[in-house]
């Protein structure tokens, strides 16, 4: 491209060449912060002592660095030790790596106060009904606890879109860094392309809290949920 | 959506007007109208010969003359009982500090809360709280006070107390327009009952015509209702 | 598998602490980012969340287009945004520093306590919290409930003086233990200056990594001193909360 990019030039190409790894490091981030978040949440509640003391050890560490220096711990960190690992593969699964034990910190957080914002009036009735602990947390707790999650969660899945934009630091090609390439040699459309670029991240994030935020709590607590 | 739909009386000085009715009659924004906290969309509102409603009227000046007594309370709870009832003395009524506490530990004396002065109003129970609120309101020497529903949000046991305070201002003549379902504190001192319904005056006259020979059916109906739910409250009152 | 033959953890931690007065003076410039970058927050945000919850139509509405635009894009790209602007404007901005140093242990200790960049850095992390902190506050005030609003002005008050002298004190005080949390955990934020060339102690660490060769220690190390601050200043910030309260608020 030797011409000044125009500006539909620049969303083409900010999307085309980034959306996948910013989709893709989400998605994985996400996921993996969900599995291990809520085995975090269930341990801190119902494991024994020392799978709680760990539980919330985890939180606090992984909610006390910053994302850039966990991703760099990772990226830079580990071929130090495990040299025998194409950097490029590394690099990616660092960052994905990163995003998944922070979010599973703050998913775990999210999923604990769920279960407890459930009526503890529903545990009782299970019990009363002859369900086992287990089988009243998996089939009358759980259901309505990720139900109560949904709005901190599509607050979590804005934070990790918002996040994966640090993977430019290491050169993976996701939308900021698109972002970069498409006007690097415009110096004076720097600003509107990055401009532009927050204009897409928020066309991401803002209709889905929108839909699954306060409005979703609103419609919980009329269904009678939650409020435990 | 219409709430009032044609609602008009007269209050003189040293009257104590009882409202009731079925909820959602509209008693509570009838008190909001006059104070003008939910303005009337249409109708005036006159405080001695004044019309709080012109707009070169200064509407917190008239709120100050107009007092206000909240069903849930409504104490000011990062202030201590003695802050909640001069503040208005010190921020609206511009007193300096000592006079306003002065007259704010009277105002207390005479509802009997001040021992309780330096408490928060966490630490009080809703009886000690409203007598509070009514303090609060009293402490601004209103033209009338508005009670909304005083004692409904508390406990059987704290009623009493409450109303002992309410009918000691009746009658030593304080002008009260008061929404409430106690029919014991309205056969003691109300000059005047006003039985509302869907938003207009149903039927109006003294205690003596409601509970010897109320015209409507209806408002029969209500009043051997609220005996069953309120009868034994009589019993409260000195 | 084999692992590298290397010098011991504590044998490279030594190394790396020899760069102790640059990592300390990034230490230093992240806390001074940071401080501004809650105070202008506190204060935007405050003003942001009475226009929300009080203001008219137009005020309130462009206060939540501010609030939930800025919580819904990265503050990468917010950053890169107005660092870029003026030189898309055509603004120049000069080459200017104001800087403080200080000599510890015969080691001449440098920050930038203002240039440009620093500049751009402060009002971008400001900019940002003001956002969330706004959202906190707006919850705060929703919970102060409506009748406390009702019986200020029962008594007399105007609206404003209703906000300021009852509900204001109220929610502020309420709100404590979630800004605390913002408050706690904005460190972490600071470091995204690194990428506008701020010294701060990302950026340090980077450096420290580039001559000595020793990049997880390093970067560690970095984390503890994050995880350490951060711990610190929520369990100061507790202790604070719990010297405050009011009975029932």
Redesign the interface.
Known sequence: MSDTPTLSEIIFNIIGRGLYHTLLLTALGLLIGFILGISLALMRLYGAKELAWFSSGYEKLFRGIPLIVLIYVFAFGLPDILWYIDPLELRLGSVVLALSLRSAAYQSQIFRGAILSVNPGQMEAARALGMKGSQAVRHVVMPQALRLAVPSWSNEYSVVIKDSSFASAIGIIEMTQAAYFVSVNFRELWALTYLVLAVLYFLFTYPVTRIFGERQSKKLKKLGMGGG | MQVLKGVSFELGEGEVKVVFGPSGSGKSTLLRCINMLSPPDKGEVYLRGQNIKAPEVNINEMRARIGMVFQHFNLFAHLKAIDNVSIGLRRVKGFPKEEAREKALEVLDSVKMDEWADRYPAELSGGQQQRVGIARALAMDPDVILFDEPTSALDPELIGEVLQVMLDLAKSGTTMIVVTHEMGFAKAVASEMIFLGEGVIIERGTPEHFFISPKSERVQNFLQQLDVLYGSHEKLLK | M???D?PNPIGELLIVLEYWDHIFAGFLLTMWLYVWALMMGFFLGLILANLRQYGGWFLSRISTGYI??I????????L??IY??P????IPVGDWKIETSFIILNKDITIILLDYRTLAGLLALGLNSAAYQAEYFRGAIISVGT??L?????????RI?GIR??VL??AL?RVIPAWSNEAA?LP??T??V??IGVKDL?SQ??RT?AFTF????T??L??II??VT??LISKGLDILHKKTM????
Do not use: C, D
């Open positions: 084999i692992i590298q290397r939930e635009f919580r819904g894009t990265p503050l990468l790209a917010q890169f945004f870029f602007l030189s898309s404007l055509n009748g406390q009702m019986a200020a002005q029962s008594i007399g008050m105007s003086a002298h009852i004190p109220q005080r955990y972490k934020y470091v995204v690194y990428f990302f660490a980077h990594v020793i990049s997880l220690t970067y560690v970095i984390a994050f995880l951060i711990t009011i009975p029932g608020l």
